[in-house]
Every structure is written in structure tokens, then in C-alpha cells.
């Protein structure tokens, strides 16, 4: 079971990426995946996840209207779109993997790390000018 996280760089306020977390060893589509962000000295933080089966969608309050997860099965691959980037998003993006069953998980699981048991390496965004 692998995670690849990817997409990320420098680019300016206002600007957009687009992450992507390529799995490998397991089809995508049956867990919900998760991305989360820590920037140096804060803790892990809680961005977005796409659930199994329905594909319904939670956005952490900082992002919404501007991050769109999504998943893509032929290519087992879930991407973020973010738009309208704020120097604040910079951050070490990860994306993660649940084995608890979607019908299991609260919201709060949801945007708990620990809920997560397997993990990419990171690919890193920064905003600035």
C-alpha cells in the first residue's frame, strides 16, 4: 500500500494548484482519503477527505470555496484543486488513507489524523510573492 503525493511549488497569491495522491497496492475507491497540512511548528491540520462509494465531499472551514477534492478511479488517483491561494495555505500537504468503514465515521473522525493509517510523504506548497 503506497501513497504518492505530488503537485506542489512555489507560486503567488491568489494563484492555483492542483496536488494529486496517486495510490498504489489497493483500489482507491473503496476508502475515504484524506488530505491534511502542517506547516513548521503547528500541528497537522485537517483539509479535506472524499468518501468511499458516494464520493460526498467535507472541506476544513479555511478552504472551502476554494479547494476542490476529487477523485479520479481509472487513474486511482484523488486530487485537491486549490484555488486562490493565500499565503497562509503554505504547508507540507499530505494525503492519507482510512480503513474504517465510511458508515463509521463522524465528521470528527473524519478530520482526526489518528482515523488515518496509511500516509504519503508530503509535496510541499508555498505562497508567496
Known amino acids: 500500500v503506497q501513497l504518492q503525493a505530488s503537485g506542489g511549488g512555489l507560486v503567488q497569491p491568489g494563484g492555483s494548484l492542483r496536488l494529486s495522491c496517486a495510490a498504489s497496492?489497493?483500489?482507491?475507491?473503496?476508502?475515504?482519503i484524506g488530505w491534511f497540512r502542517q506547516a513548521p511548528g503547528k500541528e497537522r491540520e485537517w483539509v479535506s477527505c472524499?468518501?468511499?462509494?458516494?464520493?460526498?465531499?467535507y472541506y476544513a472551514g479555511s478552504v472551502k470555496g476554494r479547494f476542490t477534492i476529487s477523485r479520479d478511479n481509472a487513474e486511482n488517483t484523488v486530487y485537491l484543486q486549490m484555488n486562490r491561494l493565500k499565503p497562509e495555505d503554505t504547508s507540507l500537504y499530505y494525503c492519507?488513507?482510512?480503513?474504517?468503514?465510511?458508515?463509521?465515521?463522524?465528521?470528527?473522525?473524519?478530520?482526526?489524523?489518528?482515523?488515518?493509517?496509511?500516509w504519503g510523504q508530503g509535496t510541499l506548497v508555498t505562497v508567496s510573492s
Open positions: 492519507a488513507r482510512t480503513s474504517t468503514p465510511n458508515s463509521l465515521l463522524s465528521l470528527r473522525n473524519r478530520q482526526n489524523p489518528r482515523t488515518y493509517d496509511y
Open positions: 497496492g489497493f483500489t482507491l475507491d473503496y476508502y475515504t
Open positions: 472524499i468518501s468511499s462509494s458516494n464520493s460526498r465531499t
